[in-house]
């Protein structure tokens, strides 16, 4: 059982002790006002940047005189990493560097992008 199982007791059928699902411990652990706005900043915020940055990005290219095709590549390689989300995190998370998971791979991936 994980932390997050032994917290909220949480049973195999998706259920805690109480009889009360996951997301009714975390209302009565956190408030309806605090989880409203984790995910108004995780879903709507962040969805509108990401399309606000893709849609400049192809009125950059056009500027720039980019063709339709390449200007597709372009944009296929910019996602790649929001793509490739949840390949990275199962890397962090099974393959620790000198038993840290998370701070080794930020660390070095923010070296590569301050050399880029």
């Known amino acids: 059982m994980g932390a997050t ?3 909220f007791g949480k049973t195999s059928g998706g259920t805690n002790d109480h009889g009360t699902s996951f997301l009714g411990a975390l ?3 956190y408030g309806y006002r605090l989880l ?5 900043a995780q879903w709507l915020c962040k969805g509108l940047a990401w399309g606000f ?5 192809e009125f950059l290219l ?6 339709g095709p ?3 590549v372009y944009k296929a390689v910019a996602m790649l990493p ?3 989300k949840p390949i990275f995190g199962m890397v962090s998370d099974l393959v620790p560097i000198c038993g840290y998971q998370k701070a080794p791979y930020i660390i070095f991936v923010s070296f590569l992008a301050m050399a880029a």
């Open 82 to 84: 929001w793509a490739m």
């Open 5 to 7: 199982d032994r917290k």
């Open 53 to 57: 940055a893709l849609t400049s990005m």
């Open 36 to 40: 409203g706005m984790l995910a108004f």
């Open 70 to 72: 390449k200007m597709q």
């Open 62 to 67: 056009r500027e720039y005189g980019i063709a």
């Open 27 to 29: 209302l009565e652990a």
